[in-house]
């Protein structure tokens, strides 16, 4: 069996329900970003920069590949030195609104700071960007924003809790235990990783950017946000616990 990387797309966590609420009208108004493997830290928008659009993000359309430049400006400066956050100065993260479309790239950034990514959308709506990022000396943190892809958008499929449970992806099967669902609590989520036609643990994994797993967490009526990374250690080797 060839080796393999986990990366761990999309879990909502609260806020399912048959038809997915509308975009709320205002950004969200909490974010936070889980630091390196094992510490679980999270940084508030206290700090969080904005993403100012320099070209390329007028008239967006379905299919047609559009190059994005644009830059970071915390308390209306720019941001001009990144540190490298998981083996990237950027993780470009876009997600539709009816949390069906999902696309995890890493933008080119140059030596003033402003930054391009060629971005291709296969379906219209309105789309939320996470860029995870770290400005130099500044703790790491996620700038938001909000776009929209011209057309009829598509139907929103109806959201169903799967996890705790099991899930398929591609050739395997995973899976998926959480600790506890309630608010304001530590909370811990395994994957644990079978193939999917023998059922035998899959254990041959290897680290993808810098951790053995990415978790995206976005929550369907307000769209917060948590990136998070795995402890360092899990009970077996075909396990990942973030």
């Known amino acids: 069996m060839t080796r393999l990387s986990l990366l761990l797309a999309i879990a909502v966590l609260g806020g399912c329900s048959p038809t997915p609420p509308a975009a709320p009208k ?65 993780h470009f993260i876009v997600v539709r609104d009816a949390l069906d479309e999902f696309q995890h790239l890493h933008p080119t950034v140059n030596a003033d700071g402003t930054a391009e990514v060629e971005l291709t959308l296969v379906k219209a709506g309105v789309f939320h960007i996470y860029i995870d990022y770290k400005a130099l000396d500044l703790p790491a943190n996620t700038a938001k924003k909000t776009i929209t892809v011209k057309g009829k958008p598509a139907a929103s499929p109806a959201l169903q809790i799967n996890a705790p449970g099991q899930v398929m992806a591609d050739d395997l099967a995973v899976d998926i235990k959480i600790s506890s669902s309630s608010a304001n609590q530590p909370q811990t989520i395994s994957f644990q990783l079978k193939d999917r036609q023998t059922g035998m643990p899959v254990e041959d994994l290897e680290q993808y950017l810098g951790a053995m797993g990415h978790l995206v967490v976005i929550r369907a009526a307000t769209k917060d946000y948590i990136h998070a990374h795995p402890e360092a250690a899990s009970k077996s080797a075909n396990e990942v616990t973030f």
């Not at 205002?26 to 969080?48: F, K, N, V, Y």
């Open 26 to 90: 205002t950004p969200p108004a909490q974010s936070s970003h889980a630091e390196h493997e094992g510490h679980g830290m999270a940084h508030t928008d206290t700090l969080a920069a904005v993403i100012v659009a320099d070209s390329g993000w007028e008239n967006l359309q379905v299919a047609k590949p559009a190059k994005l430049k644009f830059h970071l400006e915390v308390s209306k400066k720019k941001v001009a030195a990144f540190d490298v956050l998981h083996e990237k100065e950027m």
